[in-house]
Structures are given as structure tokens and as C-alpha cells.
């Protein structure tokens, strides 16, 4: 049982300005807290003007709590990993080795007539048109490619529509192994991790081998790992650190070409996650990802020269707010500590039993508003009900995609709602009911594309 800590969750800078003893000390205050509160266990790492200033380990490396966390551990970074692919198609590209326009039939013959309208640019910002398959048929890079050799047509015109999915990821790294002659983790270790002088970096490193800090979940119970797929690197945060410096300073790729591959379809994410650019000039980029419990995510501003890492063994999303209140440290701000995860409390249960779920969502927004986090309500609702379409409970998800809409909430959060409404009606064959979502989401969001997309989709 932890000793109870107590920390002011707010500081002033005084007149006399804000030492860099003070910042390092606000950013310390900010992570014992979070740990205190159960929302952050894992390694963090913050740099400035390419010095790291402040380098922390919380808590345990195992669920039992045998193994406390130490630096040098390595995680899985989920979607984070995906740079790796990204980065590498572009490295390719310079070389002349392929091109962004080339057609994924160039590479895959076998493939059905579609293959011929998908190319590799569409595969780097998931927008090949390409649908989830599902566990069945997209569990481990062999489904895929089997699903792919069955399928018929694409979901959408390629470029037209954001899909997240793996299916993007592992054709990417097939497409490296055809043209480079090298496995993917060969073609990674000699062109990027060694170039980035990443030396304690893995391609599929066993995620229960030594050296790796094991996930687990808010019962302290070892989490199985299920990404079936190849191709996830696994590293400590220093060498995630390396990667990031080698990104901004251009060791890897051109800046022309980080600039092509950060380009996202509206309201989805690149392959290098969000960025800013002004004038051509990068200012700041970051990335979040997870995978089995696993959580990695980091912050570059390239135009303040700031890095702040975490990487975390208990998923308790809120790596985003912290990096939020570090920011505020290192600016000499007010910051304030973020609360516990509401949909880390609600999730499971909507799963287990939805009724149940929604009481205690009720009760939660009732009486525990100073212990759980309800700043971005819709958000987590939104979460929620995607958890529960990806496991096929579809009447479920509409229930709290519903719930999620029918808050005071943004305009573009409201729109995304009603547009994952539609998807799930459209999933059901019921059309009429998915068009009228995806209108309400395109009424609300002009911007929306997907919406856009599926509307003339249904009307035709």
C-alpha cells in the first residue's frame, strides 16, 4: 500500500522568476502525484535544448509489484511504432527505390483488380480504402493477406476515406522487405536504430523476456498480449529519445520528406501522429500509442526545443494531461494535476454488462466528480462505444454513442459521434438510419469527409 503524499497541485512563479531547481521540482511534484493517484506508472524523460533535465521511474515493472520500474526497461510503444514503417517508406523513396504513386499491384500481382487504385501514399495515411477486417480476418499478417486475397472491393475510393487499421501498417512492411531484399527488423536495425543510435532497440522482442517491464491492469493481473501482427519495436525511453532527436534533426530523412509523410486526412492521424508546420518550418510534432496496456507518447516542440516522454506498463490515459501540466512547469505556470480516467472506470463494465455500466457511469458523474476526470465527458462516452463496436456489441455502442451526443459538447466532437452512429446502422444493414447519423454528423461538421464520404455511398 502506498504512503499517502500530499502535494500542492498548484504554483506560482514568484517575482524573482523560475529557476530551472524550481522547474525540475514542479515537474517531480507532478509525476509523484500522478503516481500517488494511480494515473501514471512507467518512465518519464523531459529535455530541453538537447539536454535532458529531468528523468524519473514510477512504480513497478511487474503486476505483482516485485520488480520495481527501472530506466533502461523496454516497452511496447502501440501505434508509435508505426514511424518505423513510415520513416522507412520514405527513406526508400528518396533512394528511388519505389514511389508514393506506386500501385500496391506493382507489389502484390496476385491481389484482385483493386489493387490497382491503392497506392503506397494511400497506405502511409490510411486512406487506401481498405476496411478492418476484424480479429478473423485481420489477427496476424497471414489473415491479412488472405483476407486481402479474397476481398472483392474497397470500402471507398482510395483518398476519399480515414481507416485506422493494421492492414495499412503490415503492407507497408512487406512492401520494404520486397524491395529492399531484408527482413523488416534487418532493413529497421541498419537504416534507422543504428543511424539514430538506438542500441538497445528490438524488432518483436518477446514482451514477457527479460529486460521488458510486463503490463498489467488496475487488478495488478498480468495482461496477454494480443497484436498477433510482426514488426513493433520495443525500446527504453532513451533510445525513443534518440529516435525523436534523429527526426528533428533530419539524420534519417529529409525534412521535405517528414513533411509529406506528417500529412493527415482531416480528422485522422499520420504515420508520424500530429503535427504543426508554419511556413514549411516544423514547430512541434507528437504521437500516443498503446497496445495490451502498454502506453508510449511524446511531445517535440522543435521551435522551444522541449521533449517530454512517458512511457507506462498500466494504461491510465492520461499521458496527454501530464504532459499539459509539464509544459506548464517549464513555462513557470499554474498547472493542475489530472484526475483518474473515466473511461478506464466505466469501460470494462459497459463491456461485462451495459446496463450495469451505465448506472455506474450515473453514479460516477453524481458523487465522484472530484476523483474521476469528466473535463472531456463525450470523449470517453465516444471511447467507450468504440470498444464495444470493435467487439461486435453494436446495439451497445449506439446506446453510448447516443449518450455521448445527446451532451453540451463541440461541435466536431458531436459530429464525430453521429458519425460513428452511422457506421454501426450501416454495419447493420439498416441504411435508412445510418444516412440520417451521417447527415446529423455533416450538419454539424461541414468539414467531416468520412460523413461526406459514406453520404454519397448510401444515396447511390
Given at each position: 500500500m502506498k504512503k499517502l503524499i500530499i502535494f500542492p497541485v498548484f504554483f506560482l512563479v514568484t517575482a524573482l522568476g523560475y529557476s530551472q531547481v524550481n522547474v525540475n521540482k514542479s515537474i517531480d511534484s507532478i509525476m509523484k502525484v500522478a503516481y500517488q493517484r494511480d494515473i501514471f506508472n512507467g518512465n518519464?524523460?523531459?529535455?530541453?535544448?538537447?539536454?535532458?533535465?529531468y528523468e524519473q521511474s514510477f512504480g513497478y515493472a511487474d503486476g505483482a509489484k516485485s520488480l520495481p520500474m527501472k530506466k533502461d526497461l523496454r516497452f511496447d510503444i502501440?501505434?508509435?511504432?508505426?514511424?518505423?514503417?513510415?520513416?522507412?517508406?520514405?527513406?526508400?523513396?528518396?533512394?528511388?527505390?519505389?514511389?508514393?504513386?506506386?500501385?500496391?499491384?506493382?507489389?502484390?500481382?496476385?491481389?484482385?483488380?483493386?489493387?490497382?487504385?491503392?497506392?503506397?501514399?494511400?497506405?502511409?495515411n490510411y486512406t487506401s480504402g481498405i476496411p478492418v477486417f476484424g480479429p478473423a480476418g485481420d489477427g496476424n499478417d497471414s489473415l491479412i493477406y488472405q483476407s486481402l486475397l479474397r476481398m472483392k472491393s474497397l470500402k471507398s475510393t482510395p483518398g476519399s476515406l480515414?481507416?485506422?487499421?493494421?492492414?495499412?501498417?503490415?503492407?507497408?512492411?512487406k512492401i520494404i522487405e520486397k524491395v529492399s531484399g531484408l527482413s523488416y527488423a534487418k532493413f529497421l536495425e541498419k537504416y534507422l536504430l543504428k543511424p539514430a543510435g538506438m542500441r538497445?532497440?528490438?524488432?518483436?522482442?518477446?514482451?514477457?523476456a527479460k529486460g521488458m517491464a510486463q503490463a498489467f491492469d488496475e487488478q495488478g493481473r498480468t495482461i496477454v498480449y494480443e497484436q498477433q501482427?510482426?514488426?513493433?519495436?520495443?525500446?527504453?525511453?532513451?533510445?525513443?529519445?534518440?529516435?525523436?532527436?534523429?527526426?528533428?534533426?533530419?539524420?534519417?530523412?529529409?525534412?521535405?520528406?517528414?513533411?509529406?509523410?506528417s500529412q493527415a486526412f482531416p480528422g485522422g492521424e499520420s504515420s508520424i501522429g500530429t503535427s504543426e508546420f508554419r511556413n514549411d518550418t516544423l514547430l512541434w510534432h507528437q504521437h500516443?500509442?498503446?497496445?495490451?496496456?502498454?502506453?508510449?507518447a511524446y511531445y517535440s516542440n522543435v521551435r522551444d526545443s522541449i521533449v517530454i516522454i512517458m512511457m507506462t506498463n498500466n494504461q491510465q490515459m492520461k499521458v496527454w494531461p501530464l504532459k499539459t501540466a509539464i509544459l506548464q512547469a517549464l513555462g513557470g505556470q499554474n498547472f493542475t494535476i489530472p484526475k483518474k480516467s473515466l473511461y478506464l472506470a466505466i469501460r470494462d463494465r459497459m463491456l461485462t454488462d451495459t446496463a450495469s455500466g451505465m448506472s455506474y457511469y450515473r453514479k460516477l458523474k453524481n458523487e465522484a466528480q472530484?476523483?474521476?476526470?469528466?473535463?472531456?465527458?463525450?470523449?470517453?462516452?465516444?471511447?467507450?462505444?468504440?470498444?464495444?463496436?470493435?467487439?461486435?456489441?453494436?446495439?451497445?455502442?449506439?446506446?453510448?454513442?447516443?449518450?455521448?451526443?445527446?451532451?453540451?459538447?463541440?461541435?466536431?466532437?458531436?459530429?464525430?459521434?453521429?458519425?460513428?452512429?452511422?457506421?454501426?446502422f450501416y454495419?447493420?444493414?439498416?441504411?435508412?438510419?445510418?444516412?440520417?447519423?451521417?447527415?446529423?454528423?455533416?450538419?454539424?461538421?461541414?468539414?467531416?469527409?468520412?460523413?461526406?464520404?459514406?453520404?454519397?455511398k448510401l444515396e447511390k
Open positions: 518519464i524523460l523531459v529535455a530541453k535544448h538537447g539536454k535532458v533535465i502501440g501505434s508509435v511504432s508505426k514511424e518505423f514503417n513510415g520513416v522507412a517508406m520514405m527513406l526508400l523513396n528518396e533512394k528511388g527505390k519505389l514511389s508514393l504513386d506506386d500501385k500496391l499491384a506493382k507489389y502484390f500481382p496476385e491481389f484482385p483488380s483493386w489493387a490497382n487504385e491503392v497506392k503506397i501514399r494511400h497506405l502511409i480515414y481507416i485506422y487499421n493494421a492492414v495499412n501498417v503490415s503492407l507497408q512492411r538497445s532497440s528490438l524488432v518483436d522482442y518477446p514482451v514477457d501482427t510482426k514488426g513493433w519495436v520495443r525500446l527504453p525511453i532513451n533510445d525513443l529519445y534518440k529516435w525523436i532527436v534523429a527526426l528533428d534533426n533530419n539524420k534519417i530523412i529529409s525534412p521535405s520528406s517528414f513533411r509529406e509523410l500516443q500509442g498503446s497496445n495490451s496496456n502498454y502506453e508510449a472530484e476523483q474521476f476526470d469528466f473535463s472531456f465527458e463525450i470523449g470517453d462516452l465516444i471511447s467507450t462505444g468504440k470498444y464495444l463496436q470493435r467487439r461486435k456489441k453494436i446495439d451497445e455502442a449506439i446506446l453510448l454513442f447516443n449518450t455521448a451526443v445527446a451532451l453540451q459538447a463541440r461541435k466536431e466532437d458531436l459530429s464525430y459521434g453521429y458519425e460513428l452512429i452511422g457506421e454501426c454495419s447493420k444493414g439498416e441504411a435508412a438510419l445510418a444516412l440520417t447519423n451521417y447527415q446529423k454528423s455533416l450538419d454539424l461538421n461541414p468539414m467531416n469527409k468520412n460523413s461526406a464520404e459514406m453520404i454519397k
